[in-house]
């Protein structure tokens, strides 16, 4: 199971960009690079960011299981 916990501050520059900290990338094995994807959570909340190819592989695991639940439901 995940092990939630704090990784890290990291601090929006002028033109956007965030350092992510060195806690996070090592924790959550970040590479330069890498496309991350970025949720909403609520209004000026903030946001959720995953690594797009999990995010992919998410969605592929998702359809194989509609799939299946959707032949059941045929029955």
Known sequence: MFDKKFLGV???GERGQIAIPTD???????????????FSVGEDS??????????????????????VLKELLKK
């Open 46 to 67: 903030g946001f959720l960011v995953l690594k797009a190819e999990k995010l992919s592989a998410m969605i592929e695991k998702m359809e194989s299981h509609s799939k």
């Open 24 to 38: 996070a990338r090592k924790g959550c094995a970040v590479e330069a690079g890498q496309k991350m994807v970025f």
């Open 10 to 12: 990291g601090t929006v």
